[in-house]
């Protein structure tokens, strides 16, 4: 069974930082584009950042550049969400997907087929 876990969310005050990690077990996804949505109360799923097989390209939205770090470790099968300069608008449930098929990262949710449950990040103000 394939499961993709989120963690490392919480409340943090505006201008502070958080790590979220996703680690997966039941295959492994190295050769597969990774990516980080995110959800706020009443909104659309949108997309954060995505990163390729290797590590060697990532996507990012224009609302987190410069901000937020994707990165991943092949060897442990984990993939982290460094976010940086928080602001109260980044408060939303943060998920963590897999496509399956695709080895470069993409921005649409479509093209992601596995998806962890998600952590709630809170941004205080």
């Known amino acids: 069974q394939v499961q993709l876990v989120e963690s490392g969310g919480g409340l943090v005050q505006a201008g502070g930082s958080l790590r979220l990690s996703c680690a997966a077990s039941?295959?492994?996804?190295?050769?597969?584009?990774m990516g980080w949505f995110r959800q706020a109360q009443g909104k659309e799923r949108e997309f954060v950042a995505a990163i390729s097989w290797r590590g060697g390209v990532t996507s990012y939205a224009d609302s987190v550049k410069g901000r937020f770090t994707v990165s991943r470790d092949n060897a442990n099968n984990t993939v982290y969400l460094q976010m940086n300069s928080l602001k109260p608008e980044d408060t939303a449930v943060y998920y963590c997907a897999a496509d399956s098929v695709n080895s470069y990262p993409r921005r649409q949710r479509s093209y992601y087929d596995y998806w962890g449950q998600g952590t709630q990040v809170t941004v205080s103000s």
């Open positions: 039941g295959r492994t996804f190295s050769s597969n584009a």
